[in-house]
């Protein structure tokens, strides 16, 4: 039997990733964010939604730019530490041993130790009701070479080790069970 749940706890599990923001080093801040994903493929667009409230929103709006850093499981307790301190109150870059690098074509940082990064330009911005949705332009993509298979080009995902939320838990990805396409491709048949 199927239980009803309240609308607000339909699609899980949710990526769990570290949102950089800020013009400026003085200003850099880290922002744990779940309501995030891809939207169109071209042009590259992805969004995060963020409440108004929160301290990396207010930069976020000025500046127009921000950093979508993929978490893992070295990153785990970075990406629950830095949703639930604010940065008013702290350098979460300083307190959770993160390196801030600059980024290609934004403002806003990169963190060094995420295996991939994601540069946005926001296009607009929509107010949904607890949370805004900044709808993003991808400008830049920049992935740690550790994590490229040499022969095929391909991200490895499964070696970056990636977490997800859901629930108000946090889960390590697992098993790769097949690819796009494989439930359809034609068996290969041997000649004779």
């Given at each position: 039997?199927?239980?009803n749940w309240k609308p607000g706890t339909v699609l899980y599990p949710l990526?769990?990733?570290l949102v950089s923001c800020g013009a400026t080093p003085d200003e850099y801040n880290l922002l744990t964010v779940a309501w995030t994903g891809t939207v169109c493929s071209d042009p590259p667009m992805c969004y995060i939604s963020v409440r108004p409230e929160r301290h990396s929103y207010a930069i976020i709006r000025r500046t127009g730019e921000f950093v979508i850093n993929l978490t893992t499981r070295r990153l785990a307790r970075?990406?629950?530490?830095?949703?639930?301190?604010?940065g008013r109150?702290?350098?979460?870059?300083?307190?959770m041993g993160l390196t801030a690098v600059a980024s290609e074509k934004v403002?806003?940082?990169?963190?060094?130790?995420?295996?991939v990064?994601?540069?946005?330009?926001?296009?607009?911005?929509?107010?949904?009701?607890?949370?805004?949705?900044?709808?993003?332009?991808?400008?830049?993509v920049q992935a740690d070479e550790?994590?490229?298979?040499?022969?095929?080009?391909?991200?490895?995902?499964?070696r970056a080790d990636p977490i997800v939320y859901s629930h108000g838990e946090y889960f390590a990805l697992g098993e790769a069970l097949g690819h796009f396409g494989w439930s359809v491709r034609k068996k290969k048949t041997g000649r004779r």
């Open positions: 039997m199927k239980q990526p769990a990733v970075a990406a629950d530490w830095c949703g639930v301190r604010s109150d702290y350098d979460k870059f300083r307190e403002a806003a940082p990169v963190v060094a130790e995420s295996p990064n994601i540069e946005c330009r926001v296009r607009q911005v929509l107010p949904l009701g607890t949370h805004d949705m900044f709808l993003a332009e991808v400008v830049g550790a994590y490229i298979d040499p022969q095929t080009g391909r991200f490895c995902l499964e």
